[in-house]
Every structure is written in structure tokens, then in C-alpha cells.
């Protein structure tokens, strides 16, 4: 079965950076729609970014030009590298998958298999 697993968050000054890293098992990061999410509490999970099996990403208007997505194929990993962090930036992280191609857009209701979390806190 299809297992998830988020590492990296912790503590992040602002204007600092962070990579998070999900460890896939169970399905082929090369031929999966990947995304990270993020939720902080009392809100809805909220798309960050996603990439494609083709290797396209597209990223929430607000982490655009500071975060990027991506993925290795040989490790099976998938990565978010989040640059100039703000304190807005901080929630759960979750990263996701689905099993066919990307929608275009990041809903979480599209994506079928999730990691714990990892907490991110920028201050």
C-alpha cells in the first residue's frame, strides 16, 4: 500500500529556508501527481504546490517565486524547498498523492494518499 512520510519541518526564521522531504513507498513518484499541502488550525488544508509526472509544477499565488516543488525519481522522494519564508508560512505540512495526472489545480479532495504532517513554524 501506498505510505507517505514527511520530514523536515521545525522552527524557520523569517526570511529563512527549510526543505521538506516526503519518502514515497508503495507507488512510483515519476509517474504520480505530487503535492504539498498545508493546514493550520481552524482553517482548511490548503494546496502549496504540485508537480506532474512530466515534471510541471504549479504553486498557490502565495509561496509563487519563493517555494519550489520537486521531485527524484531515483530516491523516490519528493521535495519542497521553501525560501524566504514568512510567518504565514507556518502550518502542517502534508505531502500527497494522486494516482493519475495533475488537475491543475491543488484540491485536496482530488488527492488519495497522505503523510502525517510535518509542523513548520516560521517566526
Known amino acids: 500500500h501506498v505510505q507517505l512520510v514527511e520530514s523536515g519541518g521545525g522552527m524557520v526564521q523569517a526570511g529563512g529556508s527549510a526543505r521538506l522531504s516526503c519518502a514515497a513507498s508503495?507507488?512510483?513518484?515519476?509517474?504520480?501527481?505530487m503535492a504539498w499541502f498545508r493546514q493550520t488550525p481552524g482553517k482548511e488544508r490548503e494546496g502549496v504546490a504540485g508537480i506532474d509526472f512530466d515534471g510541471s509544477a504549479s504553486y498557490a499565488d502565495s509561496v509563487k517565486g519563493r517555494f519550489t516543488i520537486r521531485k527524484d525519481n531515483d530516491t523516490n522522494t519528493l521535495y519542497l524547498q521553501m525560501d524566504n519564508s514568512k510567518p504565514e508560512d507556518s502550518g502542517m505540512y502534508y505531502c500527497?498523492?494522486?494516482?493519475?495526472?495533475?488537475?491543475?489545480?491543488?484540491?485536496?479532495?482530488?488527492?488519495?494518499?497522505w503523510g502525517q504532517g510535518t509542523q513548520v513554524t516560521v517566526s
Open positions: 508503495g507507488l512510483t513518484v515519476s509517474t504520480y501527481c
Open positions: 500527497a498523492s494522486r494516482k493519475w495526472g495533475c488537475t491543475g489545480e491543488l484540491r485536496a479532495e482530488d488527492y488519495s494518499a
